[in-house]
């Protein structure tokens, strides 16, 4: 049987979250963006949907050279307020935000939020 390269418990690769605690990491990311993808996940610890998009994530296949921030929300809320303000989007819960090139291209929320998604997102801009 083949591996399905989609399934944590057949081989995928595990999410490697960087936690997101400091609004200076902020600027460490818009710059970053700039040679490879940044993705934050903002998340509610007490939010059973936010619970269910963080498995998912966690279970899929990472594009490559992507790097995934982690926000707990409930602990950080200011922080997530200033990044709904920097990168103009609407503040959700749970949330996903693609930075390239130091803008958000993409956000999504809730049920919404797929890695493949995700990685459409990532192909659609570097094929552009």
Same mark, same amino acid.
């Given at each position: 049987?083949? /591996?399905?390269?989609?399934? /944590?418990?057949?081989? &995928?690769?595990?999410?490697?979250?960087? +936690?997101?605690?400091?609004?200076?990491?902020? *600027?460490? #990311?818009?710059?970053?963006?700039?040679?490879? +993808?940044?993705? #934050?996940?903002? /998340?509610?610890?007490?939010?059973?949907?936010?619970?269910?998009?963080?498995?998912?994530?966690?279970? =899929?296949?990472?594009?490559?050279?992507?790097?995934?921030?982690?926000?707990?929300?409930?602990?950080?809320?200011?922080?997530?307020?200033?990044? =709904?303000?920097?990168? %103009?989007?609407?503040?959700?819960? +749970?949330?996903?935000?693609?930075?390239?090139?130091?803008?958000?291209?993409?956000?999504? %929320? /809730?049920?919404? #939020?797929?890695?493949?998604? #995700?990685? *459409?997102?990532?192909? %659609?801009? =570097? &094929? %552009?």
């Amino acid at each position: 049987m083949p /591996h399905d390269r989609k399934n /944590h418990s057949l081989g &995928a690769v595990p999410m490697n979250w960087i +936690p997101l605690t400091d609004p200076k990491q902020l *600027s460490e #990311i818009e710059a970053l963006s700039k040679s490879r +993808p940044q993705v #934050i996940f903002k /998340h509610s610890t007490r939010c059973s949907v936010s619970a269910v998009a963080k498995h998912r994530l966690e279970k =899929a296949m990472p594009p490559e050279n992507t790097d995934f921030y982690y926000l707990d929300l409930i602990t950080y809320r200011s922080l997530s307020n200033q990044i =709904a303000e920097h990168y %103009s989007v609407y503040h959700e819960s +749970p949330q996903v935000l693609l930075i390239i090139q130091g803008a958000c291209v993409y956000d999504e %929320s /809730h049920s919404g #939020i797929q890695m493949d998604d #995700i990685q *459409s997102q990532i192909s %659609s801009v =570097a &094929a %552009s």
